[in-house]
């Protein structure tokens, strides 16, 4: 009986020795997983998973050599006015720019004034005429063209001459000049 008994005493311990040991590995995907795994998870908490691989795209990663790696920052957008007016973003700060080109039909450019009550002007071009407009009354405060300049609501109008021999100058009312009133020609 003592032979017995030492025998079941060291199958019981190899029995239970052996499952004892645990694996270095966490498998919980159900594939072969060897080393080291970390766990992986984004901001909003899905998806998350323990990994052992970390796959990039090719180009995007460098061996430093040294036990470490490098990953580029590859495919990030590049702020440009339109995408950060696209994501519905505005800023109060100054714009420092080039030039400016507005390409449309009748392309506008509006000048808003953020004190409440105050006029916003607005400039804009149709057909082979440029406006300057209050835009809160929609008065035209400047007509402008190839051959003339127009001052609608205060009647004076500056037209190129026949040829584009010198301009004509046309007011509709009272001229009153406070010091000197000059002319090359005639006064009529």
């Not at 003592?2 to 199958?11: L, P, S, V, Y």
């Not at 063209?145 to 040829?163: A, L």
Request: charged share 20%.
């Amino acid at each position: 009986m003592k032979g017995q008994m030492k025998r079941f005493i060291i199958f019981f311990i190899l029995f239970f020795a052996v499952n004892c040991f645990a694996d270095e590995s966490i498998n919980t995907g159900g594939e072969a997983s060897p080393g080291i795994q970390m766990w992986f998870e984004e901001e909003d908490g899905s998806p998350s998973k323990v990994i052992y691989k970390i796959k990039v795209t090719d180009g995007t990663f460098t061996d430093n050599g040294d036990g470490t790696g490098s990953l580029a920052n590859i495919g990030a957008e590049v702020d440009t006015l339109d995408t950060v007016t696209g994501r519905g973003a505005t800023t109060t700060n100054a714009i420092q720019v080039g030039d400016i080109d507005i390409n449309d039909t009748t392309p506008h450019l509006k000048w808003e004034d953020s004190t409440a009550g105050d006029d916003d002007f607005e400039a804009y071009a149709d057909d082979d005429t440029w406006y300057l407009t209050n835009f809160n009354t929609s008065e035209v405060l400047i007509r402008a063209n190839t051959t003339e300049i127009i001052f609608p609501n205060v009647n004076i109008g500056i037209q190129k001459g026949v040829g584009g021999a010198g301009f004509a100058l046309d007011v509709t009312g009272t001229i009153s000049a406070t010091n000197l009133l000059k002319s090359k020609g005639d006064i009529i």
